[in-house]
Each structure stands twice: as structure tokens, then as C-alpha cells.
């Protein structure tokens, strides 16, 4: 409820600065936006977010094979496990929501914590390094157009590529980090944190198992076919959305378009107590469409439809993921361990 109303106040702020004071009016035309939206157009969204959501989840799956757990979940409850994490990502702040993949895993099939860590860093490692390539394919187009505004999007590959550096040397230095700071937490004598090193340990033994498994470029081709289709579903849905009410911003190609979705996705996943990433995720989009010139009245309203529906169909279905959740897990706890296996 606190996340809700902080949401709610971002939300007004963010009105309030760019609506003039014609908030009365806005809010008709919002409600008008929606009307106009060209809805058959916008159901692509959730073709684009169903199979986007089974690759990840193959994904999932064959890094968990890579650490050589004996029992992989099958793809069905991968597939369950994806949806909720897709809603619960943006539920909370700061994707603390991405831990829900951990504690699903861990309650349905037994998975250790440690195996369902690594696998997550290593994704979030190949999602970064994926949205990377993406960046350097909007600069080159940016470029190859001649546009004077390819500036931004340049500083932001350098940052997201320093931050790729960064994330990869954790990556293939993990075993020999987490026992370092193992021997200063034994140094300690404090039985937690000794406990703590004890698990980082074998989170890095955990890494370097997918490491050897020498699976990292199909991993990371399949992070690229997952961003690839989740940028094209919020461009389809963009165009949805300003075709009607706001021709001027649906002209614009691609290249321009996505870093905006890129920036509102950043800024959502700031630590701040928003629910469902409303305000923060608006303000991102607004800040990126800003320099390209268009009305920031327009940008949020824009901005704030295309987050909307984009939500109504991942937290739909997320919570038809929850309820096969219930059902699977239910179901597993009743079989016995060589059926599970098979």
C-alpha cells in the first residue's frame, strides 16, 4: 500500500510539472488515448511476452543442467516459474523480485539456493551483455541516419559496456573472490559470516560448473532472442498506442524509440518504494523522449498507456503462471523421486 501511494505521488508530480495545469483536461485525454488505441495491434504484446517468456525459461533450464543438478525441472514448470518472475520483477523495487526465481526453484524442486544464486547472477550477466549488443546496433542505425542524437545513446553503451566488464570479471573470477573473502571471514571467528563465505563458496563453485559446461554462447544467443522480442513487443505496442492520438511519434523509427524504453526500464529498477515501477518507469521514458524535443505532456501519457497495458498483461499473466505454480507444486510434492526424475 506505501509503494501504491508513492507511485501515485511520483505519478502526480510528474503530471503536474508537464500538464500546464490542465490536469482535468489530460486526464480526458488519456482516457481518450486508450479508446484510440488500435488494441488488435497492441495483442501482439503478449505473443512477443508469452514466447519470450519460454526462452528465458529454456534458458533457466540449461543452466541448471550446466550445474549438473540432478533433477532439472522439466520446461512446463520453467515456464510457470518464468511468468511469476516476470510479474514479481516489478512488483518491488530494485528487481528484488528476480529472488522469487531462487525460492520457487528451492520449494518445487528442491533446488539448492546456491545453484538457483549463480544461475541468476550468470543471467543477469548475459541480460546486460545482451541489451549491450542492442546498444550497438542503435548507435549504428542511429549513425548509418545520420541523427544528431545518437550522442546519448553512445554514452550509454560505454557505461552498460564498463558495466558488462565489470559484471564479467565476477563472473570468471568467482571461485577465487568468494574463497578469499572465505579466509578473512574465517579470520573473524564470527560463526555467521563465516557461514555466509561458506555459501558464497559454493555459489563461485556453482559458476564456474556452468563455466565448464562451455554453454555461455547459446545462453547468451538465447538472452538476445529475449530482447530482441521484448523491445519489438513495447515498439509494436508503441506504435499501437501513437498511431491515432499522436502521428508525430509514430514515425519515428526503432532506433529512437528503444532507448527510451531502455532508460524507463533503468529507472525503474532504481531502489525506490514504487509498486509496479509506476513513476519511476515513466520518468525514465520522459527524460530519454525529451531530448529528441516532443511535449512532456505527451511523453507521460504515452508513457503511462504503453506501461499500463504492457502491466495488465504481464501481471495477468504472471498470475496465471502463480496459480499453475500451486497446482505443479502440489502435484510434485505427491510424486515420488524416480517419476520426478523421469
Known amino acids: 500500500m506505501l509503494s501504491a501511494v508513492i507511485s501515485a505521488l511520483i505519478l502526480f508530480l510528474l503530471w503536474l510539472i ?29 505473443i512477443t511476452a ?43 523495487p530494485a528487481r528484488i523480485g528476480e529472488a522469487s526465481y531462487v525460492l520457487m526453484l528451492k520449494r518445487g524442486y528442491n533446488v539448492p539456493v546456491s545453484v538457483g544464486l549463480s544461475t541468476l547472477f550468470i543471467s543477469v550477466v548475459l541480460d546486460i551483455l545482451a541489451l549491450a549488443i542492442i ?26 559496456s564498463l558495466i558488462v566488464f565489470v559484471f564479467g570479471m565476477l563472473v570468471y573470477s568467482a571461485v577465487p573472490l568468494s574463497q578469499w573473502f572465505a579466509r578473512i571471514m574465517d579470520f573473524t571467528q564470527v560463526r555467521i559470516l563465516q557461514r555466509f563465505a561458506k555459501f558464497l563458496v559454493e555459489v563461485g563453485l556453482s559458476i564456474r560448473r556452468v563455466q565448464m559446461r562451455e554453454i555461455l554462447s547459446l545462453t547468451l544467443l538465447q538472452s ?7 523491445y519489438s513487443g513495447l515498439y509494436i505496442l508503441f506504435v499501437a498506442v501513437t498511431t491515432s492520438s499522436f ?8 532506433w529512437q524509440v528503444l532507448p527510451a524504453f531502455i532508460s524507463a526500464e533503468a529507472a525503474a529498477s532504481l531502489p525506490l518504494p514504487t509498486f509496479m515501477s ?40 504472471g498470475g496465471l503462471g502463480l496459480l499453475g505454480y500451486f497446482l505443479a507444486t502440489g502435484e510434485t510434492y505427491n510424486t515420488d523421486p524416480e517419476v520426478k526424475d523421469e
Open 50 to 92: 508469452v514466447i519470450g517468456t519460454l526462452i528465458r525459461a529454456l534458458r533457466y533450464r540449461s543452466l541448471l543442467k550446466a550445474d549438473g543438478i540432478s533433477t532439472v525441472p522439466d520446461t512446463r514448470y520453467m515456464f510457470l516459474i518464468t511468468l511469476c518472475r516476470n510479474m514479481f520483477v516489478d512488483m518491488v
Open 135 to 160: 546498444l550497438i546496433a542503435i548507435v549504428l542505425a542511429g549513425l548509418l541516419s545520420a541523427s544528431q542524437s545518437v550522442g546519448s545513446v553512445g554514452n550509454a553503451l560505454v557505461a552498460t
Open 247 to 254: 502521428p508525430e511519434f509514430s514515425s519515428l523509427s526503432w
Open 278 to 317: 509506476f513513476g519511476t518507469y515513466e520518468g525514465g521514458g520522459l527524460l530519454a523522449f525529451s531530448l529528441l524535443g516532443f511535449a512532456p505532456a505527451d511523453i507521460l501519457m504515452i508513457m503511462l498507456a504503453i506501461h499500463l497495458i504492457s502491466q495488465v498483461v504481464d501481471y495477468t499473466l
Open 224 to 230: 538476445l532472442v529475449m530482447r530482441a522480442l521484448k
Open 18 to 46: 508537464v500538464s500546464a495545469g490542465e490536469q482535468v483536461e489530460d486526464a480526458v485525454l488519456f482516457s481518450t488515448v486508450l479508446r484510440d488505441t488500435s488494441w488488435w495491434l497492441a495483442s501482439t504484446y503478449i
